[in-house]
């Protein structure tokens, strides 16, 4: 099993940067391909980004390429998705998962098997 914790939500003026954070631990969680989803009021969950943990695989939907980065840091256990040109629309809780699939091309949520609590983003224009 995989524990995962969100942290680095908050409130940013559009046009501005944010950084998020996904703490794992766990049962084999180095082996796992790690995703951000979001989800804004009276909206469906929706994905944003994967990377797979130990390979440098990524994949983003298309609203974001080019202004989100994920990344990670395998000696800290820890996912980042680093926000830039920050958009209204771009506001939703931001959520962690964890897929054993191990590959960046898991896209859907019924692909992950571990959710963090999520974090909000608020983006004011």
């Known amino acids: 099993q995989v524990q995962l914790v969100e942290s680095g939500g908050g409130l940013v003026q559009a046009g501005g940067s944010l950084r998020l954070s996904c703490a794992a631990s766990g049962r084999t969680f180095t082996t796992y391909t790690m995703g951000w989803f979001r989800q804004a009021p009276g909206r469906e969950r929706e994905f944003v980004a994967s990377?797979?943990?130990?390979?440098?695989?990524?994949v983003y939907v298309d609203s974001v390429k080019g202004r989100f980065t994920i990344s990670r840091d395998n000696a800290k256990n820890t996912v980042y998705l680093q926000m830039n040109s920050l958009k209204p629309e771009d506001t939703a809780v931001y959520y962690c998962?964890?897929?054993?699939?191990?590959?960046?091309?898991?896209?859907?949520?019924?692909?992950?098997?571990?959710w963090g609590q999520g974090t909000q983003v608020t983006i004011s224009s």
């Open positions: 998962a964890a897929s054993a699939y191990g590959s960046a091309s898991a896209i859907s949520r019924g692909m992950y098997h571990f």
């Open positions: 990377i797979t943990w130990s390979g440098g695989s990524t």
